[in-house]
């Protein structure tokens, strides 16, 4: 059963920074990677995906601000945020794609959360 640890929420002011970082456990087939987040009451948004083999895509409000990247190797993915704003305030969830038994899956972290004050 593959799982996916997640660390670096916190509480910061807009324009901050921050840093998520995922860790991916018991595969070795994982293909793309991203992030997700959540707001209470809005339904689950794509952040930012990458591919295993490095093609990026992010949703047009995190353009320019957040960066991700993943280390192949360590099968983790990491989400740099930058100059952050009030509406990224949410639960940020890790999501990989993982082949198993010829099918593929998608599997979740438990969330962290990112609020951002004034």
């Known amino acids: 059963q593959v799982q996916l640890v997640e660390s670096g929420g916190g509480l910061v002011q807009a324009g901050g920074s921050l840093r998520l970082s995922c860790s991916a456990s018991?595969?070795?087939?994982?293909?793309?990677m991203g992030w997700y987040r959540q707001a209470p009451g809005k339904q689950r948004e794509l952040v930012a995906t990458?591919?295993?083999?490095?093609?990026?895509n992010y949703t047009d409000s995190v353009k320019g601000r957040f960066t991700i990247s993943r280390d192949n190797a360590k099968n983790t993915v990491s989400l740099e945020m930058k100059s952050l704003k009030p509406e990224d305030t949410a639960a940020y969830y890790c999501?990989?794609?993982?082949?198993?038994?010829?099918?593929?899956?998608?599997?979740w972290g438990q969330g962290t959360q990112v609020t951002v004050s004034l």
């Open positions: 018991g595969s070795r087939f994982i293909g793309t």
């Open positions: 999501n990989a794609n993982v082949m198993e038994r010829f099918r593929m899956y998608e599997y």
């Open positions: 990458i591919t295993n083999g490095g093609r990026i």
